[in-house]
């Protein structure tokens, strides 16, 4: 697997796109395919806030729309006003995503700034919905 700080560094580049108007908290995602290939995302808010999308499903979906369906790891980092100094871990929505798509050994990769924090889809979505 691609090294853990690879895509944190992807995560961060990411991050600095957000459109995050409203909330000011920027969010970027950097997703690993089995091909080996990374997709990015960041978060893009909406007035309407229903529409806003996190950062973890642009990735996904900019992923999917062009073909892949098999991830093995996904990096996340987010803060206010781009200055990270916590955790931003997945909401349920983007966990329930990763479910769609990933097997539950799939790794969602933290990191506060400092430190770095690993766990599997099914430590943060136990029993999840599936067909």
């Not at 990735?59 to 980092?77: L, N, P, Q, R, Y």
């Not at 924090?117 to 979505?125: D, G, N, Q, V, Y």
Request: hydrophobic letters at 40%; a neutral charge; one cysteine or more.
């Amino acid at each position: 697997m691609m090294n853990s700080k690879i895509l944190i560094t992807k995560a961060v580049e990411a991050m600095e796109k957000s459109y995050s108007p409203y909330s000011d908290f920027k969010v970027g995602a950097a997703l690993l395919s089995k091909s080996g290939k990374v997709y990015t995302g960041c978060n893009i808010e909406n007035a309407s806030y229903s529409p806003t999308c996190c950062a973890e499903r642009t990735a996904f979906f900019k992923a999917v729309s062009e073909g892949e369906k098999d991830f093995t790891a996904i990096a996340v980092v987010g803060g206010k006003n781009g200055e990270i100094s916590s955790m931003c871990s997945p909401c349920g929505v983007c966990r329930q995503v990763m479910a769609e798509f990933c097997q539950k050994d799939f790794m969602i990769i933290l990191w506060d700034g400092k430190l770095t924090k690993a766990h599997t889809l099914e430590k943060l979505l136990p029993e999840s919905f599936s067909l």
